[in-house]
């Protein structure tokens, strides 16, 4: 009977060996999130900003992103984000005057994890360093912003370079075009280069947007890969990510996280938050776990 009680506290503890290592190895980790959160500013009734604001940072929280992308951000959303959720700064303009004047593709970083070595905000259109420059079929200035970070909790790891972008809802053309820009734009980087790349695309899988980023195009493989269908390579039916505000989601994947070659995708999903009968916004936000190869 003892050697039996020995055998299964043996069993026990080399099960735990697995946990414990995944717990001490994780330091690595990052946690990225993309977060369209709706337009403060927009007269949305019972889902006013000011009715959701609580649940958005609940919500961030509840994920502890070391990256956070956010999309359709104003100036006193993001001062919203930065008071209640201690430890992140943040980075980026707006897309109307290269200030604070109306949406931003913000990108916000934990203090403790990342120090940004550059940045830069780019218009999604034939001028891409023309403040409010609209391009192809449009219907407004769209951006990306990107950062260039240094990680602070792993020795020596090559800088990370994360992108946030805000594609348009209604030029067909300018999806395609600016994907290809923002392709275009990682490329140059180097193949060394570590991306992360967050934002609502406005285009579902397989769409024209989609291809140009994560195709292989040329002979060439795309610089970065769709982190939800490495994590997940069958399509499933439920992988909506805008929901209106109403009970039933759409079934367009529309948000998306894309990571370069150098990361092991640990993790992807969307999340469904939803409290007292509320979404927290009008898009779910999309998330992923990488850990650097």
């Known amino acids: ?3 039996l009680t020995l055998f299964f506290m043996a069993a026990t503890v080399l099960s735990s060996l697995p946990a414990i290592a995944e717990k001490t190895d994780n330091t690595g980790d990052i946690r990225v999130m993309s977060f369209n959160l709706r337009y403060g500013s927009a007269n949305d009734g019972e889902n006013h900003w000011d009715k ?6 609940e919500t961030i929280k509840a994920f502890k992103p070391d990256l956070l992308g956010t999309q359709e951000t104003l100036a006193f ?34 203090k403790d994890r990342f120090e940004r070595i550059e940045g830069a905000t780019f218009w999604l259109s034939e001028t891409p360093d023309v403040i409010a420059s609209k391009g192809w079929d449009t219907s407004l200035p769209r951006i990306c912003t990107w950062v260039k970070l240094r990680d602070l909790k792993v020795k020596d790891a090559p800088p990370v370079y994360f992108y946030n972008t805000h ?19 990682i490329a140059k980087l180097g193949v060394e ?7 609502d695309f406005n285009a ?4 024209e947007p989609y291809k140009a980023l994560f195709a292989e195009i040329d002979g060439k493989a795309s610089p970065v890969l769709d982190t939800l269908r490495v994590f997940k390579p069958v399509r499933g039916d439920d992988e909506g990510t805008f929901n209106s505000f109403g009970p039933t989601p759409g079934k367009a994947r ?24 509320r979404w927290p916004s009008d898009h779910f936000p999309v998330t992923a776990v990488i850990r650097g190869k």
Do not use: C
């Not at 959701?52 to 940072?57: I, P, T």
């Not at 209604?170 to 734009?185: C, D, F, N, T, W």
């Not at 280069?193 to 934002?199: F, K, N, S």
């Not at 579902?204 to 769409?207: A, F």
């Open 77 to 110: 959303q993001r001062d919203f984000l930065l008071k209640n959720m201690e430890g992140y700064e943040a980075f980026g303009i707006s897309r109307e005057d290269g200030k604070e004047k109306g949406e931003m593709t913000t990108v916000l970083y934990r």
């Open 193 to 199: 280069a570590r991306v992360i790349l967050a934002g």
């Open 1 to 3: 009977m003892r050697s």
């Open 254 to 277: 529309i948000d998306w996280v894309g990571v370069s070659r150098h990361w092991t995708v640990l993790d992807a999903a969307i999340d469904r938050t939803r409290k007292d009968g």
């Open 167 to 185: 594609f348009d809802h209604r030029g067909p053309q300018a999806r395609k075009e600016s994907a290809r820009l923002i392709r275009e734009h």
């Open 204 to 207: 579902d899988e397989g769409s």
């Open 52 to 57: 959701r604001k609580e649940l958005v940072v």
